[in-house]
């Protein structure tokens, strides 16, 4: 699945500069930074984002994780009066955008959304940006993407403790096996008396 038509027409109608990065199939951030060899931080990361006004896109490092209080505060400093906001889930996407689960392209205006972009964004001068394609994204300057998005910059961004996909299997398997080895000691202690 190349870079979906609609989107490459898009970015050429607007002069973007940019390159075509090709990839495995990946459907998070993570694994688009491991398939790349890539820093967390040279990839954007992007959410559909609900408010009680409407829906906007999000983008933050994926280093970063989102702040939906400090996203709200931002937006309403900008004179929103935004009363609750959420991550809608995927159907939303597919009715709303015509697009697929996690297919969400970084380029908002494209479908008429407003673009909020963590100003963490702008540490590195080139990034790695969604296209709604699983093997194709787009790398580019971040200063040529704030050019052709308009986007609203702020810190709405935490850190992130991350834990790798097969830490969190390894833990869950120590986990389970220092439980069982406590549970044994205790038999051979209740066996000794």
Do not use: C, W
Not at 81 to 98: D, F, S, T, W, Y
Not at 103 to 117: E, I, K, R, S
Not at 161 to 181: G, L, W
């Amino acid at each position: 699945m190349a870079v979906p038509k609609e989107i490459k027409k898009y970015l050429d109608k607007k002069g973007a500069k940019y390159a075509i990065v090709t990839h495995r199939k990946v459907y998070t951030a993570y694994d688009a930074a491991n398939t790349l060899r890539r820093k967390l931080n040279e990839i954007a990361k992007n959410l559909l984002i609900k408010t009680d006004k409407g829906y906007v896109v999000v983008l933050l490092p994926a280093s970063k994780r989102l702040d939906l209080g400090a996203l709200k505060k931002l937006m309403n400093a900008k004179g929103m009066g935004i009363k609750k906001i959420e991550i809608p889930n995927e159907g939303v996407m597919v009715r709303l955008l015509k697009i697929k689960p996690g297919a969400l392209p970084a380029f908002g205006t494209y479908h008429d959304l407003q673009v909020y972009m963590d100003k963490e964004l702008r540490k590195v001068k080139k990034a790695i940006f969604p296209t709604g394609s699983f093997t194709d994204s787009v790398e580019m300057a971040v200063k040529e993407f704030e050019r052709l998005e308009q986007p609203v910059i702020g810190a709405f961004s935490e850190a992130k403790k991350f834990v790798k996909p097969m830490q969190k299997k390894v833990k869950k398997i120590v986990k389970k096996a220092v439980k069982k080895t406590k549970k044994a000691i205790k038999k051979a202690k209740k066996r000794r008396k």
